[in-house]
C-alpha cells in the first residue's frame, strides 16, 4: 500500500482528503505545518508528498525547497496544492522544486492521475 502525506493546516480540507484517499486505498500520514510536514517526511518516509503552499509556522514553499535540498528525502515526489491558481503561483511552486501542481478545492480524479503517474503505476 503506497502512503501519501497530506501536509494541510485546514482540518476539513485534511479530513476531506484524507477520506478519500483512503478509500482508493493508499496509506495516509497528516502533518499540519511545513515545520511538522518536514518532520513527518523524514521520518515516515512517504511515497509522496500533498503539500499547501499557505501553511503555518513554515510555509510550504520553503518546506518543499528544504525537503527537495535533503539528501535522504529529495527524491520523494511532493505535488503543491494551493487555492491560487494563477500561473505564477505554478511556476513559484515548480521553482521551490515541486514536482507537480495542483489547486485547491481539489478535483479527485485528476489528482489521483497525478499522484498515479509520479507513483509509476
Not at 500520514?29 to 503555518?56: F, Q
Not at 496544492?81 to 511556476?91: C, M, N, R, S
Amino acid at each position: 500500500m503506497k502512503k501519501i502525506l497530506i501536509v494541510e493546516d485546514n482540518e476539513m480540507n485534511r479530513d476531506m482528503l484524507s477520506r478519500r484517499l483512503t478509500r482508493k486505498g493508499y496509506e495516509v500520514a497528516l502533518a499540519e505545518d511545513g515545520e511538522a510536514g518536514l518532520t513527518a517526511i523524514r521520518n515516515g518516509k512517504p511515497d509522496i508528498v500533498l503539500m499547501d503552499m499557505g501553511l503555518p509556522i513554515k510555509d510550504g514553499w520553503t518546506a518543499t525547497a528544504e525537503a527537495k535540498a535533503d539528501e535522504e528525502i529529495k527524491d520523494i515526489p511532493i505535488i503543491a496544492l494551493t487555492a491560487h491558481a494563477l500561473e505564477a503561483d505554478k511556476e513559484r511552486a515548480l521553482a521551490a522544486g515541486a514536482d507537480d501542481f495542483d489547486t485547491k478545492p481539489v478535483n479527485l480524479s485528476g489528482l489521483l492521475e497525478k499522484i498515479k503517474a509520479l507513483l509509476g503505476q
